[in-house]
Structure formats: structure tokens, C-alpha cells
């Protein structure tokens, strides 16, 4: 029997797929766009979970009209997109680009584009944002779901229902706890795997299958259905690239998706009536083509033009609209109510289109890379984009601890020289460098350019130096035992405190320096260096072969923080160096030496570049070590 139309849950739809687009689109007004992806899986999960209680007859017969439809929903838009990436890529990009493409593209038609996407993702794959199939990660995560969650459906038709609800919470909990865990140990594997996102999917199952009580009253239902949309709102606006997630974090706008279609059933609310307006109704129709076709969109005009302003972000969102308005009358529409094939012949066709989809991209491009060969010199000078040489550069692992890391992987006798209890073995005076990633490309160079100093380096990813830090707990952890326990104890001879500043770090970076300068007084502030919005070594191969001019990919805020920084510093009586300065003064460097690029990715050194800029530092580091010390005991407390 067929059910009830739910336009409230299409509106719903538009407030999660909004969300994401205007987050891809860079603007800091919905900084936790991001979590629109979860609001999509509690839909999802609860609407095919209805469609799977629906039917009847064997399970294999099931099995195949579940399948039939999922193909029909899915299939052609998402198969148009995957020749229409492709073509664009063969046109705009690079060969071993359009090769990498062709790759997410393989991936995706196989739904293990988030698999292959966790094993390129790493604390310095920052490529990985230019890849315009990278939103295909949560289709694959839904659809490797719907490969064992229909079957757990269907062979438990014969137990009681409160049997089956105890079965699908037992899951539910398991896959949260586990996505708990995981995004303190790998939060890579938690934001990309299926074990860790099944929860979220199974949210919507429950709400299915009746194991969550609804409201009793009309005003429960209000306040349950407004608490809903407040939650997805707050997890939307405060959220950020910095919020640990998925793990608990994700709770508020699953829960919130769930409220809303909670409190829909069965209830008619005024935030439902709002979402089941035509404008709401509409663009949540067309979501799913909105999702499929900003991305590329957003991307494929970055490569031509990175710097967008509002105007370009409200001509993207706008053709993002059209394209999915299009893809949804003209693709979706038609497919979906194709008649006179079966069940069979529908997965069939379904089958024989992915291979066939899968044949023409990787025809089109091998053809891409016969007709357009990279260069000798530019393929010299990618390499140094790769991730050889970069783990032993910054001791990764040991003295910079990712998020693959522990705080019990940090080595004190290796990267603090003497642990936490003992000065320096060597009797050189001691350089303490703490920070970030941009603290971490330092440690080679200066090591390199100091050899009678002791160059020591407590470093971890994303983990700003600053008294009030916020990061992953390897990051807090350190920062905690460098603050409270080694500069009070140890009192190295210089820090160095260095970090991807952003404008909003200023006034904090003067209060933890202060407070470093209790114990401590030599600090030296190291400032933000120079960024693009490609990896420098893709860009110069784009130079060498196509002439690409390299300024317009220069990130034009960087040097506003600098300026800004440096002012602060100066009132506060602190010596800068200004890195940025270093590389672009007068003119920006672009290679360390002939063949060498000056920076491997949007902004950390290279080997080369390391020492090139360390022999400027190094003169400031022996002027403020030459500096008298007048210690202040006290150990540095660390806001909560």
C-alpha cells in the first residue's frame, strides 16, 4: 500500500542540501554546511527502510525491485555527471590529472569512492579538495548500506517486531560507539567508512520501523519538530572545519533530522507547513541533482578562477540551481517512470551501464594522455608535490604527530633532547620550536643552519600554540605537557612559536606569548608564509607546459595577517619574523633552487625551502638568543 506523500520531509531535504553547497562555495556563513551529509543519511535511512517494509513476496524478488529502484533513481544523473566531469577534466586539466579524475570516477561507478578517498587523505592532501568527485564519497557509504541492510530486513521478517527493533538499536549503537573511538584514533577513517557513518543511516531505519515513541500532543509535536530544526541550525552555523567529526559531534543534526521527521508523522506542525512550502518543496525535489552537479561546478570554475568573490558565489549557487533543475526535468524525471521493464532487466541495464560508463572514462582517459603528455621538466618538478621525503623532513610520527597519531607516539628524548626531566646533552644552547605543520617545516632547515644550537620541535597537525587552543586531543595533550611541564622545568634557551596564523589568532598570539615570556623571555614569533590555491609544484608544471601565470593563485589575505601580526608583536615588544617577507620580498620565490620548488603543496617547505628560509631566520634566532634571560618560575597555565 502505498504511503503518504511527506512534503515536510522534501523541505527537509532543501535544509540539508543548502547548507552544503553554500559551505563548498567558501563562505564563512555556514561554516558546519558540512553536516547537511548527515541530515541526507537520516532521510535516506528512513525512507528506504519504509520502502523495504513495504515489500512483499521472496526476498529475492525484493532484492530486486529495492535494486530496480535504486537504479532508477540514481543511475542516470549520476552517470551523465560522471561523462560530463570526465569530458571537462580532459579539456581543462592536466593528463595525470584528468588520469586522477578518471580514477574518483571508477571508483565511484563501483560505490568505493570513500575507501579510495580515505587512502589519499592524509594531513597534507589538500588535493584532494580540487577533485570534483569528491562529494561521491556519501553515495558510496549510502549504497555499500544498502548492500547488507536490505538482506538484515528481509531475513528478519519472521521475528517479532520489538526482536527486529533490538537488532537494528544493537547496530545503531555499536556503529556510534565505534564512530566515537575512531575519530580520536583516525578521524579520517571515521568521516569516510561505512562501520562509522551506519549509525547515522540506522537513525532513520529506527524512525521506520516505529522503535523511537513519538509525540503525544500537538505541542510536543511543535516543539519536538522547531528543537529539530534548531539543532540542524546550530550544528550548521557554529560548527567548523575544526569540530571533531563525525563522532559525537554528529548527534545534533541527526537527531535533529530525526526530531523533524519524528514529530511530521502522524502530526501536522507549523515547521512542517513552512517546509512543505512550494519554494522549500522544490529545491528539495531537485536535491539530489544539486548535490551531484555544485561540485564540479564549484570546482571546474576554481581551476579557471580561484579567487571567488560574493557575486561569482551567487553566480555558482545560481547555476548550480539551474543545472540540477535540468538534470532533475530532463534525466531524473523520465528514468524514474520509465514503464514496461522488469525488476531484472532494469538491474541488468543498471549493470550494464556501469560498465560501460566505466569503459568510455577510461578510453577517454588514456586518449587524454596520448594527446596531451606532461613535460619531462614539469613531471620533474611534480614529484616534489608527492609525499616522499616529507615524514623524515618533519619527523613525522615522533616529533609531528598527526591525526593517525598519539600523544603516546611523541618521543621527549628524541625531539625535546633529554625528555621532560633533563637539559640539554649537548650543551648547545636549546631552540625550542611549537606548533603546527607550519612550525614543523622549519625543524630541517633550522637543524641544518644552526649546527651549534640544539634545534628541539614539539609539533602536531592543526595544533596552534596558543594558551586557549582548540585541535584533537594528541594536539591538546601536547600543547598541555610543552605549557605546564618542559618550558617551566626546562627553560630551553629560545622558543619559537610558529603557526598557519589566521586574522583571528592575533590578539591570542600576544597573550600566550606573554605568558611564555614568564618563564621564557627569548620568543620569537614566526609569522604566516605565503599560500596558493594549488599546490605550488602543479601550478609550476602548469607554467612550464601550458603558461599558466602563477600570481593569481596567490592567496591575497595572507599578507594583511602578516602586517597585522607583525604590528602586534611590535607593541608588545615580541621579535617577528615575518616568513611571508622571507619568500616574497621583493618578489616571490618560487624555487628553493634550479628544479626545486620552494613549497611541496599550498604552503609547506620543501626540503630546500626549508633551509633557504632558515638562513634568513637563523640571524633573528642568534640576535634574540644574544639577549639577556631574567627567569620568572611559574608554570604556564592552559585555559580549558
Partial sequence: MAREYRADIDGLRTVAVIPVVIFHLGTALFSGGFVGVDVFFVISGYLITQTLLDERGTWQQGLLDFYKRRVRRIFPALFVLYLAVMAAAAALLMSDQASDVAHSILASIFFVSNILFYGQSDYFDGALDSNPLLHTWSLSVEEQFYVFFPLLIFFTRSLADSRRRQIIWAITVASFLASVWMVYRDPSAAFYLIPFRTWELAIGALLALGAIPGPRRQWQAEAGAVLGLAMIGYAVLFYNKATLFPGASALLPCI???????????WKTLAGRALALWPMRFVGLISYSLYLWHWPIIVFYKHLDARLDNVERAGLLAASLVAAAISWKFIEQPFRHTPGLSSRQVVLRGTGAMATCAAAVFALAMVTSYAYPISAQARGVLAYGERNGRTAMMRTGTCFLTTQNTFDEFRPDECLGGGATTGSATGKPRVLIIGDSHAAHLYYGLNQTLPDMQVLQATASGCKPLLSTRGAPQCLTLMDH???????????DVVIVSARWLDGDVPKVAETVAKIRQTVPRVLVSGPIVEYDQPLPRLLAMQIDQGEPIDKHRNGQVPGIDS????????????YFSMYHAVCAPNCALWAQPGVPIQFDYGHLTQQGSVVVAKQMAAEIEQVAAKPSVAVAGPIQQRP
Avoid at 256 to 266: D, H, M, Q, S
Avoid at 482 to 492: A, E, M
Avoid at 564 to 575: H, I
Fill in 256 to 266: 535533529g533530522a530525526g526530531l523533524v521527521i519524528l514529530c511530521g508523522t502522524g
Fill in 564 to 575: 597585522r601580526l607583525a604590528a602586534a608583536m611590535k607593541t608588545a615588544g615580541v621579535p
Fill in 482 to 492: 610543552v605549557f605546564n611541564d618542559y618550558i617551566p622545568k626546562l627553560r630551553p
